[in-house]
């Protein structure tokens, strides 16, 4: 790891006065991941601007929204009387993420920003597209069982590993920004870019942007969800397969359902095709299939994850099902 | 005797490790050291053109930077090294990862950062880094120690070809990695004088000493010592000596300062010696009555271009069950990748596609795997080609007692034998089971006990604490055998200048070390004992020595007659030192495991819910410690089965999930509480109070005994580890 400056920000605007005026900077919070990415040679900075006291780690509720700080810690949202039962998906999807003492460090920011744990990518020895753009993609060859089988392409086939991502993202949650250019409000679904042929860009974030908190709609619709994580361990472990599902049913028709996917996609999927397809059906076994067919129908596997086609699948029927009381 | 052996006495030094107390290697502050970091090769076949370290010289705290231009000449040592070169001698490589330059610098950080500023050109070749691409230039390799790649008795061809039913079928395993959670480290340590002290994490400090002194005999030091009083785990990666020891060594001496080396975690996977990819190609041939007539297995596992050696043999193979005709084969293909080793139970591998394929010969003749195994069982010892001895009956082997006491435990009776049958909820409920063994080795060791002035006893011998609880056992040994409260012996371990002693590896520990510890207290103790018979002063004198017996630290006469260690030796006021030694032999340990299985297969979830194991390990001298192994062996025995996994670029031949965040291993929620039931019956052939060596033995039936409760779970047959959620859909 090279050597690098460090200022510890006393307010977010003070924060991204300093990342403005030293060269390549990083905000840095519980530095769960940073600083793996750095002493792997994976990422470099000069400077990290300390971004744990800036007085962002609220959890608050209004009448319309949660409103997350940037800075709070994952075990705070996850262990959250309110969260837990206003938004059990958010909940579930932190809860199931790494152990107890990474959640304790590791801050919401932080988590959204995370990078992919493909292996090629935080090897500084291999190529890798994502890390050094044009030097090729390994994984595409080698070893993809952890890779997506959405929104990949001939340059990267990373997944997003975060787990709170895709509950935002089926939470239609906002991300708030703050940079030298001021404050702007990203709705998640706009986030997160596909890799296309710049895999090293993986955000609409500017440089120098500071994340400031989260904000997540307040519905009934909400209350109603699950998120529903496979892998390869009972804990401690990223998705293969992740599902966050919302529904609220009359009779056994759906009136509204919100559904996101990890460990399938180049971000944190949400396809509202999936969604309308069941919006307004009786929720059936085959109503369920259905939907399921049309989000792989553009699935592009590869050696090791041709798997997670049929998987994601059955891990909606499973959690739909669970929901909607179907067996 | 005061009955200390077999208890279950707490970890003698449990309170040194949980306070920190305890200093590990690299714990060791040396003055003046300097750290180390090695430059790792990223081709895996080729050599170095040229190396840059310009950057790396210009980088602030660094001392040096040493290539293979400037590194001295070293002997290859013989085995335990585990390498058919030292690395660094020439611009050649032979492995991605493998070390080209050796960096030194005031700070790790220093040696870092410019261990990634060295530029390193190559003239690389493709390697061939796949062993299904080149199964067709498997060949059979030469002995290695001696031992023989083919062996077998009897005509297991033939046998075959009559056999009433058979089993055919292929198991792997693929490439794994110890991770002990102490990294490697080394810090060399040269005197004025030419003697070298090396603080290592060594499961063996006699074997590191001698493959030291063996890789510098050009330049001899005048003389090696190695310290290793604690590990934090080996699982085998710790027994042979690597490179990374002999280079500190030899860099440590250019530079005229202390190196202290640790290995990084990524570092470890090219650094150490792996599991080898391993194909078992098994064959059973049987009577209707479930009796074998054959066991035919050919294997194939990676070795490298430069040497065959294969590390994991097929003991159960040969030797668990009754059968007159035996084949086994075990062929190596070339791979561009590290020498492999042995790896925590090495057997395992073999012993996997063994107890699934009698799994799947219990299914086809429709007897219970129990009863299979019991007709098949054997109390003999049965010849081989290559084995030379005669047959001879064990001197106590209980499996039969193992099956009967786990399995009542556990409840097998109740199982419904067909698959697919046992529902709870949406899970699928299997039962599995599985005979455990392993190989026990034995090395000739020596002990020095002494008894100071104070009437305290202090054991010295250079085995190692691995984590298994060779201190608390061996003070048990000792201050049971004198007659002493266990808090008035110490053990210490993990030094050359201690007697020489068994590498802490192939479950040696215990067979080779306790039976010297048990002489040496014996010596001492009658000693004593004739110190004070001897002495006007005692109110033993002139008792007979036969007549006094030791007992809590007190040495005791008939008429109420008594005297103590400590009055004894402060009257004589010097210590007394004896040594012990007992060679033994090697041999096998036993046991059976039951696992249970909860799969909702739709999602392809599997979670082991239940474990009973029953193990005939001779006498157990700490049920506690004797339990910690079988929880030990359990653990890795799932890992084995569900998780365990190096995956290798088939490009670069690259390790592509070197760290722990990716090689997964079992974590608490995977492992279910295991119920360890012993026999606890001593061997007569083990001259360790009857214990065996059992380190290894437990865990060698878990991978094939979930695999066979998968089987029972939802009628599919799993060969291939590991059992991702992928194959259970
Ligand atoms: C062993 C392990 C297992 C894990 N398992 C999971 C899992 O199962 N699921 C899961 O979702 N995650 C998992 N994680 C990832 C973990 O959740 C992230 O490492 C963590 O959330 C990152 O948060 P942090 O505060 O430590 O971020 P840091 O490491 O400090 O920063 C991460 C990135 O975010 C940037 N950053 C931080 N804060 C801000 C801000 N306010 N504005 C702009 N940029 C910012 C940093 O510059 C950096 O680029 C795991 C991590 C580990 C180490
Ligand atoms: S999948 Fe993406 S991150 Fe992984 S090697 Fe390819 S380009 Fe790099």
């Given at each position: 790891?090279r ?69 709070a ?34 801050s ?20 890798c ?5 044009g ?9 993809n ?6 929104g ?7 997944t ?16 708030h ?12 679904a ?15 974030l ?22 529903l ?14 599902v ?69 699948q ?14 | ?106 700070t ?46 009897g ?39 030419g ?19 063996q ?17 934090g ?22 530079a ?112 219970d ?26 001197g ?47 090395i ?10 104070d ?5 010295r ?25 266990l ?21 040696s ?15 001492a ?11 006007p ?9 036969a ?11 008939s ?60 006498r157990?001298l ?7 192994q ?53 061997d007569?052939?083990?001259q ?7 380190g ?19 009628g ?14």
């Amino acid at each position: 790891m090279r050597t690098f400056g460090y200022t510890v920000a006393r307010s977010p605007a003070e924060a991204v006065r300093i990342a403005a005026s030293t060269s390549a900077p990083a905000y840095v919070a519980g530095g769960t991941d940073l600083l793996n990415l750095m002493r792997d040679g994976a990422q470099a900075h000069d400077h990290l601007v300390d971004v744990n006291h800036l007085g962002l780690d609220e959890v608050a509720f209004d009448s319309r929204r949660l409103r997350v700080g940037a800075g709070a810690r994952m075990r705070q949202v996850a262990e959250h009387p309110r969260v837990r039962r206003e938004f059990p998906m958010l909940s579930e999807a932190l809860l199931a993420s790494a152990s107890p003492q990474v959640r304790n460090m590791a801050s919401i920011g932080g988590n959204l920003l995370q990078r992919t744990r493909c292996g090629y990518f935080r090897d500084a020895a291999a190529p890798c597209n994502k890390r050094t753009p044009g030097s090729g993609c390994p994984a595409i060859a080698g070893h993809n069982r952890g890779h997506a089988i959405l929104g990949g392409g001939d340059h990267c086939i990373a997944t997003h590993p975060s787990d709170l991502a895709v509950a935002l993202s089926a939470l239609d949650a906002t991300v708030h920004l703050l940079g030298p250019g001021g404050e702007r409000a990203v709705p998640i679904a706009g986030f997160y870019l596909l890799p296309g042929a710049t895999p090293d860009k993986e955000t609409v974030l500017r440089p120098g942007e500071l994340i400031t908190r989260v904000d997540v709609p307040r519905t009934a619709l909400a209350g109603r969800s699950r998120y529903l994580k496979l892998r390869d361990r009972a804990t401690f472990e990223f998705a293969v397969v992740s599902v966050a599902a919302a529904l609220r049913t009359s009779g056994r028709v759906v009136r509204d359902v919100r559904l996101a996917f990890g460990g399938v996609g180049t971000r944190p999927w949400r396809d509202l095709r999936v969604e309308d397809a069941l919006r307004g059906r009786p929720l059936t076994v085959q109503a369920i299939a259905e939907a399921g067919r049309l989000l792989v129908r553009d699935a592009e596997p590869r050696e090791g994850n041709t798997f997670k086609v049929e998987l994601v699948q059955r891990a909606l029927t499973s959690i739909l099902s669970e929901l909607g009381g179907l067996r | 005797m005061s009955g200390l052996v077999g208890q279950g006495v707490a970890r003698v030094d449990g309170r040194a490790k949980v306070t920190g107390a305890a200093r590990y290697a690299a714990d060791q502050e040396v003055p003046g050291a300097l750290h180390g970091f090695l430059v790792m090769s990223t081709i895996a076949r080729g050599e170095v053109v040229e190396i840059d370290t310009r950057a790396a010289l210009a980088h602030p705290g660094v001392v040096a930077v040493y290539t293979h231009a400037d590194m001295p000449r070293l002997r290859v040592p013989d085995f335990p090294y585990n390498r058919p070169y030292i690395p660094m001698q020439d611009a050649r490589v032979h492995h991605n990862g493998q070390p080209v330059a050796y960096v030194v610098a005031q700070t790790l950080e220093q040696a870092q950062e410019a261990a990634n500023l060295v530029k390193v050109r190559y003239r690389a070749q493709a390697p061939v880094a796949r062993m299904a691409d080149v199964l067709d230039q498997a060949f059979l390799p030469d002995r290695f120690r001696g031992r023989a790649n083919e062996d077998g008795r009897g005509d297991a061809a033939a046998a075959l070809a009559q056999a009433e039913v058979r089993v055919e079928a292929t198991y792997s395993s693929p490439m794994q990695h110890h991770n002990p959670i102490e990294p490697h480290t080394t810090t060399a340590v040269w005197a004025g004088d030419g003697t070298l002290t090396l603080y290592e994490s060594t499961q063996g400090v006699a074997f590191t000493r001698n493959m030291v002194t063996q890789a510098f005999a050009d330049d001899p030091p005048k003389d090696v010592r190695v310290i290793s009083p604690y590990l934090g785990g080996g699982f085998g990666a710790k027994g042979p000596t690597y490179p990374h020891t002999l280079l500190t060594a030899a860099v440590a001496r250019l530079a005229g300062r202390p190196v202290k080396l640790v290995l990084s975690r990524a570092q470890m996977f090219t650094s150490n010696g792996h599991r080898a990819e391993y194909r078992h190609h098994l064959r059973l041939g049987a009577t209707r009555e479930g009796r074998l007539t054959a066991i035919a297995d050919t294997s194939t596992a990676q070795v490298t271009r430069l040497d065959g050696r294969i590390y994991n043999s097929s003991d159960s193979t040969l030797q668990l069950y009754a059968c007159p005709n035996v084949h086994v084969r075990q062929l190596g293909v070339r791979l561009d990748l590290p020498t492999s080793s042995y790896m925590r139970s090495p057997e395992t591998t073999a012993h996997f596609g063994l107890e699934t394929a009698m799994d799947e010969l219990s299914h086809e003749l429709g007897i219970d795997p129990v009863e299979l195994r019991i007709r098949n069982h054997t109390d003999v010892v049965q010849q081989t080609w290559a084995g030379g001895e005669p047959e001879r009956p064990y001197g106590g082997k209980h499996l039969l007692e193992c099956y009967r006491a786990a399995a009542e435990e556990f409840g097998w009776a109740r199982r419904n034998p067909r698959p697919g049958t046992t529902r709870d909820g949406d899970e699928y409920v299997g039962w599995g089971m599985a005979t455990e063994t392993h190989t026990y080795g034995h090395i000739d060791s020596e002990v020095r006990l002494t008894i100071g002035p104070d009437g305290r006893a202090t054991v010295r011998t250079a085995s190692q604490e691995i984590g298994t609880g060779t201190y608390t056992v061996l003070s048990q040994v000792a201050a049971d055998e004198l007659g002493m409260p266990l808090g008035h012996v110490t053990t210490l371990l993990g030094d050359t200048t201690y007697p020489a002693a068994s590498i802490s590896a192939g479950s040696s520990t215990m067979p080779s070390v306790v039976g010297p510890v048990s002489e040496a207290a014996k010596s001492a103790r009658a000693a004593v004992i004739a110190l004070a018979v001897a002495d006007p002063r005692s109110p033993l004198h002139g008792v007979p020595a036969a007549e006094v017996v030791a007992e809590d630290g007190r040495l005791l006469a008939s008429g109420d007659r008594g005297d103590t260690y400590r009055d004894v030796m402060a009257r004589h006021g010097q210590e007394v030192t004896v040594t012990g030694r007992k060679p033994n032999t090697r041999g096998h340990s036993f046991g059976a495991v039951f696992v249970e299985v909860r799969i909702q297969p739709r999602l392809g979830r599997l979670r082991v819910t239940r474990v009973v194991t029953a193990h005939d390990l001779g006498r157990v001298l700490n049920r506690r410690t004797a339990r910690g192994q079988v929880i030990g062996g359990v653990t890795w025995g799932i890992g084995f089965a569900l998780m365990e996994h190096t995956m290798v670029d088939p490009v670069t031949a690259r390790v592509v999930n070197p760290n722990l965040s990716t090689y997964l291993v079992p974590v608490c929620a995977d492992t279910p509480s295991v119920t360890a039931l012993f026999v606890d019956e001593p061997d007569p052939d083990s001259q360790a109070l009857g214990a065996r060596g059992f380190g290894e033995t437990p865990g060698t039936g878990v991978p094939a005994a979930i695999g066979n409760a998968i089987h029972h779970a939802i009628g599919r047959r799993l060969r291939d580890v590991p059992f991702t959620q992928d194959k259970l859909l």
